[in-house]
């Protein structure tokens, strides 16, 4: 069920109607009523903008109710989702004013002149004269965007406006969206390398798999600064880190526990790699054709990688019938595709990690009596596990010692880091995973980042205050 809210403007003759009869209508329509701003005051008439928060499928009824109701009028009805989405949510701006003829000659010609010449001489420079050591591209295609699909690159320019702001918002880092109109392998990749000469780094978002992981292996291997695909290492990190307090909760162990991924596209094939990398020994990865078994063979090159790990098991069979006796189970799949039938037979103390989005795999209200600890990618749920709690962080630390790449080393180091932010004796059920607003996240995760980078000799910059502390 997803709850959302609405803004309903209404005029009311106070002759005919009392306001007690609009909140009467609201509840009846399984409405609440949560702020209410007189917009207009008259002594037979008034304006008010009441905001209510409905299940999202329940809306016409309410409205109906209110039209109907002798003595409103509703002027209208707007959505705040869509308010704050009116003209783009992201600008650029200046850093320095130009108020007059010596600041312009300065900031553009001749002055600049001087200073793309000595970029010419040396490349380097770019790093410090121009925007791109602190700015990078979040590149999409529109082929996977959240789960909705293939929307195409005009649908997905939200999401990546989103992911632009929050990168801004959360580390500083001006980030700036790309949503190209070609689904073509080759095309997109040229296309990358084409725009990549002002940007310190490229995040690639809901592109869909198997095409992501040649277009980043591709991107990695020929660009010389960091490519990171989102929706395969952000979201692994973010799982590793939840599942590894998760586990301190229940008291398993990751080399003990049954592990259930459905869903093996760009953020399950990730997870189950970084999941096998970190120790987990019994692992079933499951997609649309049922389990992806040790020994099995499949068109899929990750598959197939996967068919060949020992700790993937061997048996086939349904979501359902693989789930029962499963510790852990992790959707990055579809949402509503589980119901209590599915989760009631896993072991005991199961861990479910439902990251579908915008919608869970399953209900929470249909899991939570039947799990131990219950997670979503949705900021509006508790343990909200999502990717945003990885890629500022994650790009703060790599610009900064200007990492070539984003490692393993790296990775694992801001899974950990995520991990850290909630202390033992925080550490509960519904707190596994600190919230994205606790600003521990981003700097622990930079700092990690920034010291695997140099331990594993991929920084090629050591920011002062890392060198000070080396020293
Ligand atoms: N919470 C978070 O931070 C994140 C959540 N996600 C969510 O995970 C989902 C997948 O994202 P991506 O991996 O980027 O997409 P993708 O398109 O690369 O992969 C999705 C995979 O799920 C499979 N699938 C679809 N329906 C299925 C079903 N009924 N049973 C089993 N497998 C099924 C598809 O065949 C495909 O292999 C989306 O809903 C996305 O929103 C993705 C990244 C981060
Ligand atoms: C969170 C995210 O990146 C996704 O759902 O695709
Ligand atoms: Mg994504």
Known sequence: MTISSLIIRLEMDHRLVQFGEIASQVSHAGGDMTSIDVIRSGKD???????????????????????????????????????????????TSPKLMVKNRDDLSKVYTPGVAKVSKAIHENPDKAYSLTIKRNTIAVITDGTAVLGLGDIGPYAAAPVMEGKAMLFKQLADVDAFPLCLDTQDTEE??????????????INLEDISSPRCFEIERRLVEELDIPVFHDDQHGT????MAGLLNALKVT????????????????????????????????????DLDGAIVFGGSYDNSMWQWLATQPQVEGAPGSLKELLAGADVFIGVSRGGLLNSEHIRTMAKDSIVF??????????????????????????????QINNVLVFPGIFRGALDCRARHINEAMKLAAARAIASVVSDGELNEQYIIPSIFNEQVVAKVRLAVIEAAISTGCARRIPPEIGWKMA
């Open 45 to 91: 008439m008034s304006v008010r903008d009441i905001t209510v928060h409905i299940n999202d499928s329940d809306e016409s009824p309410l409205l109906r109710r209110l039209e109907e109701l002798q003595g409103t009028k509703l002027i209208h009805v707007s959505d705040p989702v869509f308010l704050a989405h009116l003209g783009g949510k992201i600008a």
């Open 188 to 201: 997109l990749i040229r296309t990358i390398k084409a725009v990549s000469p002002i940007f310190g780094g």
């Open 236 to 239: 692994a990190i973010v799982v």
């Open 251 to 286: 008291g398993k162990q990751l080399a003990d526990v049954r592990i259930v991924v459905n869903g093996i596209g760009a953020a399950g094939v990730s997870i189950c790699k970084m999941l096998l990398a970190a120790g987990a020994s019994r692992l079933v990865p499951i």
């Open 354 to 383: 439902a990251m579908a989005n915008p919608m869970p795999e399953i209900d929470p209200e249909e899991a939570l009596p039947h799990v131990r600890i219950f997670a979503t990618g949705r900021s509006d749920l508790p343990n």
